[in-house]
């Protein structure tokens, strides 16, 4: 038998508990084949001397926003900016540069950064006349200029907002540009749907970088017609061309948003009548591309104090907003649930929490199913008394480690001393005996695992300040969320996350060990080249000739 590849002199992190190291590593087929002994005699078609470079499993981001992260590639990168006039000038500057255009868009602004969120009149004097967008770096807010609030009709005080949603005016009644939650769908909208051909270049963007940091696997979490998520109603096709013209790289799960979700007429004995045409759900799909969870959304988030808690903000007299009632959000899990659906409920607030383990409880009632593995997404603010019933559900929380590092000492602000011992849990849940995927929220914070890795182990902020200690966990820890439980999370703990035999030759060959070297100093970490089916899609150094 001649193999496809073998990988020889490498320090391989198997991540198999009955085999966990191993030096050379056979593939055929797309799959392993086996390692070390198990392939000793036999050749390929290729080999590959890792000179004792670490290999481990391709990394597994189980929420990111690849789309979103696509676009922003292609606009205004307001992340690193550190004053409104920064933001102003950069818009003034894309004006200068292309004067035809009659949008002027931009992300990932933090107003903590800025000193307060850019103001629709200085966007005005800024843009001359263009419509000008800016997405906040949580995507829960944006702020714009007047043509579109009067595109939108908002300038007016007799606008009405949605529910779930707010417009902020001065003392007079005139926008300031700021807009929040469901309120933003109007505005999003004017440029919605995006073209087929333009998110597919889009993905493309981010695959090829999702590739260079090792990824090998994502979800994304939302497509399809959404307010907050989502680029346009046949989001998927594009997802879909993605792969089959090759600008797709990653293998592909794909979160559905819950304002997709419509009446149906079933049988009465299929126990649902709402969901997706033809009975759509879960599980569909290929080893290339998958449908996967319905994302149903609960509150906003943190840095916005949007996030649905029990108690106010500090300094504010509010402690959030639902953005929809609980009723009918109990009422779509269960109908989502009896029809089949994995449940990606996302809640950042403590009351939020409470609300998603109660939807989750009583879909579970509603008809027992053998392991849902249903979810919380982000779970950043989890009391003690909510673990247990986490446990006892088996919801898997799905938190995003670099958070604490790029937004901490924004989120300790405004959650105060008290609250934050409960805050961006990660060893906790482990403690508890949860499974953690890794996860980004990507474009909110910077995607590259290794990055997320240091920053699960070193619970440090961008400031130097120690964030809630207690809830770092080892190197190896944060390497086995990236690969083992975020195949898990994602019920595809058979074939992904492991390097063993008849699993998917997913992997990635890194210039250092991750889990051996000082946690300052993961993050710097290289990738030598990531294999997605055995196959080289990043390979900088000329590793397969």
């Not at 106010?312 to 659906?341: P, S």
Request: a negative charge; one cysteine or more.
């Amino acid at each position: 038998m001649k193999l496809d590849l073998i990988i020889k002199n490498a320090n391989i992190i198997t991540l198999d508990d009955q085999r966990p190291k191993a030096h050379s590593m056979g593939v055929w087929n797309e799959q392993i084949v086996g390692l070390d002994g198990d392939i000793e005699g036999l050749g390929a078609a290729r080999t590959i001397d890792a000179g004792g470079a670490t290999v481990t499993p391709g990394f597994y981001d189980v929420h990111n926003h690849m789309a979103a992260f696509g676009q922003q590639l292609q606009e205004i990168d307001a992340s690193g900016f550190t004053s409104c006039q920064e933001l102003y000038d950069a818009v003034a500057g894309a004006v200068s540069r292309s004067p035809e255009e009659e949008w002027i868009t931009g992300s990932g602004y933090d107003q903590t950064m800025l000193g307060g969120h850019p103001e629709r009149t200085k966007l005005d004097n800024a843009a001359r006349g263009r419509k000008v967008v800016f997405i906040h770096r949580t995507s829960h807010m944006l702020v714009a200029s007047s043509p579109v609030f009067e595109a939108v009709g908002a300038m007016l005080t007799s606008y009405p907002v949605a529910a779930g949603g707010f417009i902020e005016r001065d003392d007079g009644g005139r926008p300031t540009g700021l807009v929040a939650e469901q309120a933003m769908a109007p505005f999003r909208d004017l440029r919605k749907p995006f073209g087929e051909a333009a998110l597919v270049s889009a993905l493309g963007l981010a695959n090829d970088r999702y590739v260079a940091e090792g990824l090998t696997s994502v979800t994304e979490a939302g497509i399809g017609a959404s307010p907050i998520v989502g680029s346009s109603p046949v989001e998927f096709a594009a997802y879909q061309r993605g792969h089959d013209s090759g600008r797709i790289r990653v293998r592909t799960q794909l979160m559905v948003a819950m304002e997709n979700f419509h009446s149906l007429v079933a049988a009465p004995t299929d126990g649902y009548n709402l969901g997706l045409d033809l009975g759509i759900r879960t599980g569909l799909g290929n080893g290339k591309l998958s449908v996967g969870p319905v994302k149903i959304f609960t509150d906003g988030a943190l840095m916005s104090r949007t996030a649905s808690m029990t108690e106010n903000f500090c300094g504010h007299d509010h402690a959030g907003i639902m953005q929809f009632g609980f009723e009918e959000l109990r009422d779509l899990a269960v109908q989502a649930h009896r029809g089949g659906w994995q449940l990606a409920v996302h809640a950042i607030g403590d009351h939020a929490v409470d609300i998603a383990l109660d939807v989750i409880d009583a879909a579970s009632r509603s008809l027992k199913r053998e392991d849902p593995r249903h979810r919380i997404e982000h779970a950043s603010v989890v009391r003690p008394d909510q673990l247990e019933r986490f446990v006892r559900l088996g919801v898997i929380p799905s938190p995003q480690g670099r958070f604490v590092y790029e937004i901490g000492d924004g989120v300790a602000e405004v959650i105060g001393a008290d609250r934050l011992p409960w805050t961006y849990r990660h060893k906790s849940f482990l403690d508890a005996g949860l499974t953690v995927p890794g996860s980004s929220d990507r474009p909110v914070v910077k995607g590259a695992p290794l990055l997320a890795m240091q920053a699960m182990a070193e619970r440090m902020t961008v400031s130097g300040k120690q964030f809630s200690k207690h809830e770092a966990v080892s190197a190896f820890e944060a390497l086995k969320s990236y690969t083992v439980h975020s195949a898990y999370a994602s019920r595809e703990e058979d074939i992904k996350g492991r390097l063993m035999p008849r699993f998917l030759a997913d992997f990635v060959i890194l210039d250092q060990d991750p889990t051996a070297v000082p946690v300052a100093s993961i993050g710097s970490t290289n990738v030598v080249g990531t294999f997605v089916g055995g196959k080289a899609e990043y390979d900088p150094s000329g590793l397969m000739g």
